[in-house]
């Protein structure tokens, strides 16, 4: 499996107001009012999402066979590109385990 302590987490703004944080190497996204609110709220989404899925979805979500609905259109996730921020997210270390990493 793939190092879980790597993934990625990328937030830019949302053409309605706000920022979306994805983290894409397992499709999950969450939201804020703030860079800072996304961010949490992000690792947060990938913390529930390594202690609830089982370690076959999460391969899947880790090698790109596993298909997450987007809520945007591939022309409002453009539109949105004003401000990115792109750097790795903190893991707690104790959720790794429940991942089967």
Do not use: H, W
């Amino acid at each position: 499996m793939s190092d879980l302590t790597k993934l990625t987490g990328v937030i830019f703004s949302d053409v309605d107001g706000g920022y979306v944080s994805e983290c894409p190497e397992l499709g999950v996204a969450s939201q804020g009012e703030s860079i800072e609110e996304a961010r949490a709220m992000l690792i947060e989404a990938v913390e529930l999402t390594l202690e609830c899925a089982d370690e076959d979805e999460i391969r899947a979500r880790l090698d790109g066979s596993y298909v997450a609905d987007s809520q945007f259109t591939e022309e409002e996730l453009m539109e949105g590109l004003e401000e990115v921020e792109s750097r790795p997210l903190l893991i707690n270390a104790d959720l790794l385990g429940a991942a089967g990493g």
